[in-house]
């Protein structure tokens, strides 16, 4: 055998406790972090204006979105950003109202990806409409419907900015927050 010898320690409570209970009263002592100005990172629930929520004023956007694509389609017959908008819109709805089965950092993230990908293609619609719109050989009619679809397509690509600016906000909070349980359902 050879000369080694071994030391028993036992540790109590306390003691295993001790180098964690100093560094969780340090943190306590600090005081809460205030943000200088405005804070990228929101939670759904916090209050964007005085009496909406942020996830409502996002869902309300949505919705002023689909009605300008609905007048897209009558005034310019372009229907392609309803279909797209809708279904955004719906998806949007499902993660609000449903949270305990859609309300998660995943969800967010593809939403966020749709929308981002929405504005891209409505960029690219709008700027089709208006490259068609300098043709000489289209008549008066089919010239102010081009002309319908190129002023509704920048409000569309505006009110999908503020959506997608909002949704980002979000996403960053569940990002920022990714280990808290607490923090997964959106609606209260």
Not at 115 to 144: C, L, P, R
Request: a negative charge.
């Amino acid at each position: 055998m050879d000369n080694t010898s071994y030391v028993s320690v036992k540790l109590t409570s306390e003691m295993k406790n001790r180098n964690e209970s100093t560094t969780e009263d340090e943190t306590e002592q600090e005081p809460p972090r205030k943000a200088a100005g405005f804070e990228w990172a929101a939670e759904p629930d916090e209050m964007l204006f005085p009496c909406c929520a942020t996830k409502f004023v996002m869902l309300g956007i949505a919705t002023v979105l689909v009605v300008v694509a609905i007048l897209n389609w009558i005034l310019s017959h372009w229907y392609t950003s309803f279909v797209w908008l809708t279904l955004s819109t719906l998806f949007m709805g499902l993660i609000i109202f449903l949270p305990e089965y859609f309300s998660n950092i995943i969800n967010f993230a593809v939403n966020f990806c749709v929308w981002v990908a929405f504005i891209i293609f409505e960029i690219v619609i709008t700027i089709q409409a208006a490259q068609e719109s300098g043709e000489d050989y289209y008549d008066k009619k089919y010239k102010s419907r081009l002309t319908a679809a190129i002023i509704l397509g920048c409000i569309e690509i505006i009110l999908a900015i503020a959506v997608v600016i909002l949704l980002f906000r979000m996403l960053y909070y569940y990002y920022q927050n990714r280990g808290d349980e607490q923090i997964m359902a959106v609606a209260a």
